[in-house]
């Protein structure tokens, strides 16, 4: 039973254009979320998060939205470039957990055109 | 600062053998976790270690294991390996607060094979 889902494996966007990933999540127990972003060979670099108290967190050119009644997230980057092109993960984590343990999804491929 | 710290980057494992990792955290982390990757299941939880205690477990048999040790270090280790092991082993690191969870960050992995 997948708890954390992105349903779009893949995602090409031309430079300079707003790109959106989606994720949804099934377990009501899931107060704070997480995006990383990963290359080739690479561990998950840390992108931005979100607490269940907000519904939006916004960091340079990405922000994140939370819609808790759908239980739904979305990354949005805003302009897109090339360098942006990697495979980009949501995660989730129950605050009652007093520790660190992330379900992810299963990761969209997003591909910038110059 | 220096990053999370994995080695040996590349194993090359039997079937049957066991395998010991290891990861160096982010100096004053103190939570340190363990993923696998593989293309099938994705990224999964395997456990996490904090002042030296396992804190959560993830869903993997008992035949991988881990530690924690004083200066924060910790090693998996995966005994009777099996070709279904072969994955990207990842481990993550931790500022500790609160309560709740707070961002990790990410070593760049061992790639362990089992042939």
């Known amino acids: 039973d997948q708890q954390v889902k992105q349903n779009s494996p893949s995602l090409s966007v031309q430079e300079g254009r707003i790109s959106i990933l989606n994720c949804d999540y099934t377990?009501?127990?899931?107060?704070?979320f997480l995006w990383y972003k990963k290359y080739p060979a690479e561990g998950p670099t840390f992108l931005i998060s979100?607490?269940?108290?907000?519904d939006k967190n916004e960091d340079g050119r990405f922000t994140v939205f939370l819609n808790k009644s759908a239980k739904h997230l979305s990354l949005h980057i805003v302009p897109s470039q090339p360098g942006d092109s990697a495979v980009y993960f949501c995660?989730?984590?129950?605050?009652?957990?007093?520790?660190?343990?992330?379900?992810f999804g299963g990761g969209t491929r997003l591909m910038v055109k110059p | 600062k220096a990053g999370v710290t994995q080695t040996p980057r590349y194993l090359i494992k039997t079937r049957g053998q066991q395998v010991t990792l290891s990861c160096s955290p982010i100096?004053?982390?103190?939570?340190v976790s363990w993923y696998q990757q593989t293309p099938g299941q994705g990224l999964q939880f395997l456990f996490e270690y904090f002042s030296e205690t396992q804190r959560n477990k993830g869903n993997f048999p008992g035949r991988f294991s881990g530690r924690q040790f004083s200066n924060s270090r910790s090693e998996m280790n995966v005994s009777t390996l099996e070709l279904g092991d072969s994955a990207l082993y990842l481990c993550?690191?931790?500022?500790?607060?609160?309560?709740?969870?707070?961002?990790?960050?990410f070593g760049p992995g061992t790639r362990l094979t089992v042939t």
């Open positions: 100096s004053g982390h103190r939570s």
């Open positions: 993550a690191s931790s500022l500790e607060g609160q309560g709740g969870s707070y961002e990790q960050y």
């Open positions: 979100i607490s269940s108290i907000k």
């Open positions: 995660a989730a984590s129950p605050r009652w957990n007093a520790g660190n343990m992330l379900t």
């Open positions: 377990n009501s127990m899931f107060d704070y």
